[in-house]
């Protein structure tokens, strides 16, 4: 039998259904808040946040870390270079030299930092400096472990021994007599001599002795010994020497210097001394092995040194049995 009126609730209860789930669906297109809506908050106990902490706790650590590290190594007395080693030194004073580097960086940088520690050693410092107080051509300095620093050095020729057959002196670059040393010795002339005996009044044979020439010869392994490792001047002319007074010329002066330096450091030839007869700028090398070098000391050394080291290698001459070789006429050398 038909019920209108339940009909009538069956209707109801669909339209509602419907209405409800097309209520639901247009709420996921806005968002309703309420007197009590706020963002999201970080659950403190995340994964993510952990991570955060842990690497700000860790970066922190680092840095700190590093800094007492830092400080250690500038502050701490183990790492202040307390030791030089310094090579080279053949006429400057081992004590002095070394004394004069630990000066040097005895100080504070930025009126906190020790000049001294290792980390903060400034070598072109200490080159620039020991340049300026001491005669050098040349310096390296290097940091080396157990703060111990290591110089080697090339020092700089500015003094000559001057001999003039009876006293020897210091010569300085310009060729002045800047202290007299002391007197030549009787061992150091080779005397040709003519023994001649004759009778006198009495009958009495006597013996007469004659020099027939004195040639002076230095002792240079004595003289370097004595006086240090300087270029030797033998001069024939017997000036008598002063202090203050000039003997030879600065060209002159120079010319030995640069022999000196060249021989010694760029050949296995020996300088023994130098000897002149006159200021012109001529004069001889007698070298160690006794043979002599004829040069002009007072121009184109470097030239005429070119000519000797190419003359050693094209002609492969027998150093020991030379005589002289002549390099005064540059683009003809002669030698015996």
Do not use: C
């Not at 061992?187 to 001599?193: L, R, V």
């Amino acid at each position: 039998m038909f019920n209108r009126h339940r009909l009538k609730r069956k209707w109801g209860r669909g339209i509602e259904k419907v209405s409800n789930f097309l209520a639901q669906t247009k709420s996921h297109d806005r968002v309703l808040k309420d007197f009590a809506w706020h963002a999201i908050k970080q659950n403190p106990l995340s994964v993510g946040h952990q991570t955060k902490k842990r690497f700000k706790l860790l970066f922190t650590i680092l840095i700190v870390s590093f800094l007492a590290v830092l400080m250690v190594g500038i502050y701490h007395p183990f790492f202040y270079v307390n030791k030089v080693v310094a090579t080279g030194l053949q006429r400057i004073s081992q004590k002095e030299f070394e004394e004069a580097i630990l000066g040097i960086m005895d100080y504070r940088k930025l009126f906190f930092l020790p000049g001294n520690s290792y980390f903060l050693v400034d070598v072109e410092e200490i080159k620039n400096i020991l340049k300026e107080r001491f005669p050098i051509e040349s310096v390296t300095v290097k940091k080396g472990f157990s703060a111990t620093l290591s110089v080697q050095i090339e020092e700089k020729i500015s003094t000559l021994i001057y001999d003039n057959g009876k006293e020897y002196g210091y010569l300085d670059g310009g060729g002045n007599i800047v202290e007299i040393i002391r007197q030549v010795g009787e061992d150091e002339w080779i005397k040709k001599t003519l023994t001649t005996t004759s009778t006198n009044e009495k009958g009495e044979v006597v013996e007469e002795i004659k020099i027939l020439e004195a040639i002076h010869t230095p002792n240079t392994r004595q003289i370097v010994e004595e006086m240090g490792d300087y270029p030797i001047l033998f001069d024939k002319r017997s000036q008598t020497i002063a202090l203050n007074t000039s003997v030879i010329s600065k060209e002159m002066a120079a010319g030995i210097i640069d022999w000196f330096n060249l021989l010694n450091k760029k050949t296995d030839i020996s300088f023994g001394h130098a000897v002149i007869e006159d200021g012109r700028g001529e004069g001889e090398i007698i070298t160690g092995a006794g043979w002599r070098l004829k040069v002009k000391l007072t121009e184109n050394v470097d030239l005429q040194f070119v000519e000797l080291q190419h003359l050693l290698v094209k002609e492969k001459i027998n150093l020991n049995s030379l005589n002289y070789i002549d390099l005064r006429y540059l683009g003809k050398v002669y030698w015996q």
